[in-house]
């Protein structure tokens, strides 16, 4: 077993509760919608920078998996409640707003925040892909291979997010 591969779980004839996973795959929606908007807020924070272009590059990989949520959130046969909708528009205002660096400045400890919630949401994203597969033998409509895929996607922007905050640290935290 290597660092990345969890058991299994046991397999049982239980049913999924629809409800749960609903509620599940919503809130992690929802928490999309933001994470697409703070990366599209890095990305201005590092505006004229080779960051930009990375933050985009990410901030299109989330969205594109915002995108397959959503899909896959129809394919399972479960809706997206009105007000799950509503709160989604509140938080892509939100995520315009930047509370977490509003000036956009890349020489405050706010950057340093809001590289580390960039992980954070990353790493829940992870999470989220981790527990689709492994209910996939419970989900026809779940692809395992394709949630380990996701996974490693995730797993794979939240390394270049350590690249990035790696590549930043010494101009944010050492002087002269």
Known sequence: MTGHDYPR????????????LEDFLNQHLLGSRSGVKAFRAAEQTWAGTPQE?????????????????????????????????????????????NPVNALRTRGSGWTQIELDLL??????????????????????????????????NAADQQREVQRITSATLEGRFLAG
């Not at 954070?120 to 026809?140: I, T, Y």
């Open 9 to 20: 779980p046991e397999s049982t004839s239980a049913a999924v509760d629809e409800q749960m």
């Open 53 to 97: 272009a990375a933050l985009r590059r990410l901030g299109d990989a989330v969205q594109d998996d915002q995108d397959r949520l959503e899909a896959l959130i129809g394919e399972l046969g479960l809706r997206t409640p009105l007000v799950d909708r509503a709160a989604g528009a509140a938080a892509e205002v939100g995520g315009r707003l």
């Open 119 to 152: 992980q954070g949401m990353l790493q829940a994203k992870s999470a989220m892909w981790h527990v689709l597969e492994q209910l996939a033998p419970h989900l026809p409509a779940v692809d395992a291979a394709e949630m380990h895929a996701l996974r490693e």
